[in-house]
């Protein structure tokens, strides 16, 4: 799945996207009337400039990643909770704390299963890139 830079930079002007408030800015998507039925998204994500794997939230609309946190960032995506229509709403309005993934519903034995399964993910890319690096340099 790829993102979407001009809707990503479009959305984050529609909420007037803040840094460091990637929850809440694709929370505030999800409900805007322009991307009502996206799915809203926590996982990991990595870029090859910083090259280690970060919790982040975002939105998948019409099969399209949509960041509005980080429009023009370069990103793989390790999606873990996906939550849209009514599922979103019963999510939203059970938690007011973001990100979800942190309350015990999505926990197993205490552990971030799906969260890790995401971080892993990203880090075994890091583990590639840094292998590739040393193979050609």
């Not at 942190?102 to 993910?121: G, I, L, Y």
Request: one cysteine or more.
């Amino acid at each position: 799945m790829e993102k979407n830079v001009a809707e990503s930079r479009r959305a984050a002007r529609l909420v007037n996207a803040q840094p460091n408030l990637c929850w809440q800015n694709a929370v505030d998507l999800v409900w805007s009337d322009e991307f009502a039925g996206a799915t809203y998204v926590e996982g990991a994500i990595i870029s090859r400039k910083a090259g280690f794997p970060q919790e982040h939230g975002w939105v998948v609309f019409n099969g399209e990643i949509i960041d509005p946190t980080l429009p023009d960032w370069e990103l793989f995506y390790f999606p873990a909770h996906q939550w849209a229509g009514e599922e979103f709403m019963r999510v939203f309005f059970q938690y007011e704390e973001k990100p979800f993934f942190k309350h015990a519903e999505f926990k197993q034995d205490a552990v971030q299963v799906e969260m890790d399964k995401a971080r892993n993910a990203a880090q075994e890319l890091a583990d590639t890139w840094a292998e590739e690096a040393k193979a050609g340099g």
